[in-house]
């Protein structure tokens, strides 16, 4: 059983920064590729970043690209989403997940386990 704790969000204006962190427990945390999503309200649960068990492998969804950067620090168990230049249209949930690859998690095909999500609200 892995836990998955989110933090670092918050409230801030259109134009700012955000890091959000993701400790996790419970498990090899090395052996998972890792995933941020997020949910706006009345809206579907969207992948938003992945990466790869080793960190070399990266991928981003289109409207975040560029904006939005995921790392990794194994040794802290720890992941990360620094979220600059940030749009009122970013507001929602954000998740952080763990499952077998990166390219699984972006397209859903496995995810093992959901962190309790943190709140960003982007004002305009």
């Known amino acids: 059983q892995v836990q998955l704790v989110e933090s670092g969000g918050g409230l801030v204006q259109a134009g700012g920064s955000l890091r959000l962190s993701c400790a996790a427990s419970?498990?090899?945390?090395?052996?998972?590729?890792m995933g941020w999503f997020r949910q706006a309200p009345g809206k579907e649960r969207e992948f938003v970043a992945g990466?790869?068990?080793?960190?070399?492998?990266?991928t981003y969804e289109g409207s975040v690209k560029g904006r939005f950067t995921i790392s990794r620090d194994n040794a802290k168990n720890t992941v990360y989403l620094q979220m600059n230049s940030l749009k009122p249209e970013d507001t929602a949930v954000y998740y952080c997940?763990?499952?077998?690859?990166?390219?699984?998690?972006?397209?859903?095909?496995?995810?093992?386990?959901w962190g309790q999500g943190t709140q960003v609200t982007v004002s305009s």
């Open positions: 419970g498990g090899t945390f090395s052996s998972y590729a």
């Open positions: 990466i790869s068990r080793s960190g070399n492998f990266i």
């Open positions: 997940a763990v499952g077998p690859s990166a390219i699984g998690l972006q397209k859903f095909e496995r995810i093992d386990y």
